[in-house]
């Protein structure tokens, strides 16, 4: 489960997210939506760590995370698939990263044929957008954390990529895990998600299950921007 409270971000005389309060349960694959530049992906590092708040707190299962011990096998995070060694290949980069976390090599075998890497030999340089999404997932997954975040993950993949993405998060969820997912695509969040979380300018608009969000007769999408007119 993911907390947060209150949580606030400035940045100079921006204030970027606004005193939020949400929770993320388990079990259900949660849809975090938001204009460009409503605050999303800040709330994410804030959750991950990454940026210090301002005021507020965001936690999981009950800690900051840097209270966190070997943190990879509590939160698994995706927030930008290009930022990885493009000289590496994907062992080698899962083999770093279980190194530096103090996660067992067994997993990275199988953790690269769930997200249909196990045969790729080639350097992450060569890897096409889908591919590196595809591994930064498996590096989210490699130290099986109940909590998932990320940030956009279907954002330039294929129709097969989009599925794939779709039916993991799905499962994941299923499984009882924490997923909380960014996108802009609506459609996509309409047969994904259980449940949303929609902010606009880092004000909480919306935190309600898809079902309810989406009256008959209307697209989400023209539910979400009924709810952010004007937000943007
Ligand atoms: N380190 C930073 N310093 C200053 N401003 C920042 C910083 N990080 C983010 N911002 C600003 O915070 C605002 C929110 O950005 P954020 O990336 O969180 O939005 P987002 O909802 O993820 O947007 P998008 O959908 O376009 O990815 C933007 O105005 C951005 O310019």
């Given at each position: 489960m993911i907390e947060v409270s209150g949580l606030t971000q400035r940045f100079g005389r921006e204030v970027?997210?606004?005193d939020l309060s949400f929770e993320v349960r388990p079990g259900r694959v949660t849809g975090f939506l938001g204009p460009n530049g409503a605050g999303k992906t800040t709330t994410m590092r804030l959750i991950l760590g990454l940026e210090r708040p301002t005021a507020g707190r965001a936690t999981v299962d009950g800690l900051p995370y840097h209270e966190i011990d070997r943190p990879l096998t509590r939160v698994g995070a995706l927030?930008?698939?290009?930022?990885?060694?493009?000289?590496?290949?994907a062992d080698q980069h899962l083999r770093w990263l279980a190194a530096s976390n103090g996660l067992?090599?067994?997993r990275i075998a199988p953790v690269l044929r769930q997200v249909g890497l196990g045969d790729v030999r080639k350097r992450?340089?060569?890897?096409?957008l889908g591919m590196k999404q595809r591994l930064g997932m498996a590096a989210a997954l490699l130290g099986d954390p109940p909590v998932l975040l990320f940030d956009e993950?279907?954002?330039?993949?294929d129709p097969e990529g989009v599925r794939w993405t779709r039916d993991l998060l799905k499962s994941m969820a299923a499984d009882g895990r924490t997923v909380l997912i960014s996108s802009h695509l609506m459609s996509e969040m309409a047969i994904t998600a259980d449940h949303l979380i929609v902010i606009a300018r880092g004000r909480l608009m919306a935190d309600v299950p898809t079902a309810e969000f989406v009256r008959p007769g209307a697209s989400l999408e023209d539910v979400y921007l009924e709810v952010v007119g004007g937000m943007s």
């Open positions: 970027v997210v606004h927030l930008d698939a290009t930022a990885v060694h493009g000289g590496r290949r067992p090599y067994d992450i340089r060569a890897y096409s993950p279907i954002n330039g993949l």
